[in-house]
């Protein structure tokens, strides 16, 4: 049964501010129990954006929103901009290395104010209109580091480290739109011999932004006055260790894959033996409940949330962004596997919360061909 704890014996202290004071909340092992949840307690809506096909690519590694705009980091080609009814306007910049170009179309992040991407790629800067204007490139050469993330707002540009093969000078660095450094957090994690790079980054909320990465203990709150302790991860078994571990050995231990944080839960996925996870935990009442998982380990076929609105796949959260003064989770799925489950009997003989959207989920795989570029799936949360 251990495998049905593994996230309460691995999450064990929220921590809040409260007049500068840190107050700590303890999880009990016994809260690890699944329990079925379902979409609809997050969300009434699931809007199906399918992306036009003019320009083709297999998978979506990044997503952000405007209130007119949806860039796409696709698998394979240069930044995609399109509209909210999944139209392709134009691309931003090439993949490249000259001037100008980037090799990686997910480590971007948009001004949504000023209509401004920017893009980071191998010690620069490189910042666009969103129309795919060129404005400028700024080195971070003199910062003697890689980033892994990146995150804008009100003038500041975050750039967020993971441990890469278990060496990192900085947890995160902060920088103005002009290259100036504002401030920083060194690495606390001593250097050792791995041969994998840790999962870690920045997660967005409303007016929130954290930091975590996989092999440090604590997950940091970023504020206008610095930062300070939000989650501390307990310290058992199951946590990696900062060693040279074989890849026979890493299914021994947790291996976490994306953290989001939304209004009443924090949605944690990880891998853990031969099943990818899937648990929240209830910002209330300190619960921890695994809410799917799956024996395949591979990203296409990790666990979801139940989709009881309109009986479509299961919800399968891999991006976060806020527009509109809303949020909204954000997967997708490829145009043919989401034909292949609306024609599935299970789908035929389902009873959704909301048949009508049932109903136009038919009329959109009716519309689609199975060459067709992914389609994205948008969870509105509920306020």
């Known amino acids: 049964m251990k495998a049905l704890h593994i996230t309460a014996l691995w999450i064990l202290i929220i921590a809040c501010n409260s007049d500068s004071k840190i107050k700590e909340r303890q999880f009990c092992i016994s809260n690890a129990l699944f329990k079925e949840f379902r979409l609809s307690e997050i969300t009434e809506q699931i809007t199906y954006i399918p992306l036009d096909s003019e320009i083709l690519f297999g998978g979506v590694l990044r997503v952000e929103l405007t209130d007119n705009n949806i860039i796409i980091g696709p698998n394979g080609e240069s930044i995609l901009n399109y509209n909210w009814k999944g139209k392709f306007l134009n691309k931003i910049g090439a993949r490249g290395r000259g001037p100008g170009e980037y090799q990686f179309s997910w480590i971007f992040t948009i001004d949504s104010e000023k209509d401004i991407v920017y893009i980071y790629d191998n010690h620069k800067i490189i910042v666009y209109k969103l129309n795919g204007e060129l404005l400028e490139e700024l080195s971070t050469n003199q910062f003697g580091e890689m ?222 061909n199975a060459n067709d570029n992914p389609v994205l799936m948008l969870v509105n949360i509920k306020e």
């Open 147 to 368: 980033f892994h993330d990146v995150y804008y707002n009100e003038g500041k540009i975050y750039l967020g480290r993971n441990l890469n093969l278990g060496q990192a000078r900085y947890h995160w660095l902060i920088i103005d739109t002009l290259g100036n450094q504002i401030s920083y957090k060194h690495n606390s994690i001593p250097s050792f011999k791995t041969g994998f790079r840790g999962k870690g980054g920045f997660i967005k909320a409303p007016d929130e932004l954290y930091y975590w990465n996989e092999f440090n203990d604590t997950i940091f709150l970023l504020s206008e006055k610095g930062y300070q302790p939000f989650i501390f991860f307990g310290q058992d078994e199951y946590r990696k260790p900062h060693d040279d571990i074989s890849l026979e050995n890493l299914r021994n231990y947790i291996n976490l894959d994306r953290i989001f944080a939304i209004k009443d839960f924090f949605i944690i996925k990880y891998i853990f033996g031969e099943y990818t996870y899937i648990s929240l935990i209830d910002k209330n009442d300190g619960s921890v409940n695994i809410i799917n998982k799956n024996k395949e380990t591979f990203i296409g076929y990790a666990p979801g949330i139940t989709n009881d609105i309109d009986c479509g796949p299961d919800f399968n959260p891999l991006f976060y962004s806020s527009v509109y003064g809303k949020e909204f989770l954000i997967t997708w799925i490829n145009a043919y596997q989401l034909i292949a489950h609306v024609e599935s009997e299970a789908f035929k003989n389902s009873t959704p919360k909301f048949p009508e959207k049932k109903k136009e989920l038919e009329e959109l795989a009716a519309s689609l």
